[in-house]
């Protein structure tokens, strides 16, 4: 089993959808990353949580820490925002481990 | 300010064959990775450096050597590229210990045929 599970794998929406894309993961961690990557590109990191909530524009994240669970939200989605989603965790060894990442499609 | 950049973006080798991804960063960070990303996996970490002339191997690192001669540059070598290491390559840096975040580079498309 991997330490880093995200839900779902692939995923379509029509534009104006909300979206919640889910990670868990079963390891100790200081740090959870979502990151960015669009078809071709690089990675940009979209938040940083080690706990609560973070929101930036249409982007919402959050954290449970006793669940072991965080949540990427998107509201309003727009074709723009099709791209892969990872969820990367620092453990307590230092050590970054990632999700095998969400394929987001929003379609006009 | 570039941040991470990584040369070349693109390269086709031949088996056998060997070359050296060029990782570069202007941030002044201590730590520097080199990731390999395939389909239907995560990153894997091959090697990683946690300060000029130091390296150290990751969860993936047969295959491939390292070097950190000067603090700004992470090199990444194949001596003798395999249809295995087709992949496309992530370089990444961090500021410290004490800092979480970590800034990645554009990525190289390597396809050895």
């Known amino acids: 089993k991997n330490e880093v599970e995200q839900s779902p794998q692939n995923l379509t929406a029509q534009e104006g959808e909300f979206i919640t894309i889910n990670c868990s993961y079963s390891v100790g961690i200081s740090a959870l990353h979502w990151l960015q990557q669009h078809p071709g590109g690089g990675i940009v990191s979209l938040f940083m949580l080690s706990s609560g909530k973070k929101k930036h524009g249409r982007l919402i994240a959050t954290i449970n820490i006793q669940e072991k669970h965080s949540s990427l939200h998107i509201t309003a989605s727009h074709p723009r925002d099709s791209a892969v989603y990872i969820c990367?965790?620092?453990?307590?060894?230092?050590?970054?481990?990632f999700g095998t990442g969400t394929r987001l499609q929003v379609f006009p | 300010n570039a941040g991470v950049t990584q040369t070349p973006k693109f390269r086709v080798l031949k088996t056998g064959q060997s070359m050296t991804l060029l990782c570069a960063q202007d941030?002044?960070?201590?730590?520097m990775y080199w990731y390999r990303q395939d389909p239907g996996m995560g990153l894997r970490l091959i090697h990683y450096s946690v300060g000029e002339g130091t390296t150290a191997k990751g969860e993936v690192p047969d295959g491939y050597n390292v070097s950190r001669l000067k603090k700004q540059n992470f090199l990444l070598g194949l001596e003798s590229a395999a249809p295995s290491q087709t992949s496309v390559y992530f370089c990444?840096?961090?500021?410290?210990?004490?800092?979480?975040?970590?800034?990645f580079g554009p990525g190289t498309r390597l396809t050895v045929l």
């Open positions: 941030m002044n960070h201590e730590y």
């Open positions: 990444a840096s961090r500021a410290g210990i004490s800092y979480n975040e970590q800034f």
């Open positions: 990367a965790v620092r453990s307590n060894t230092d050590k970054l481990i």
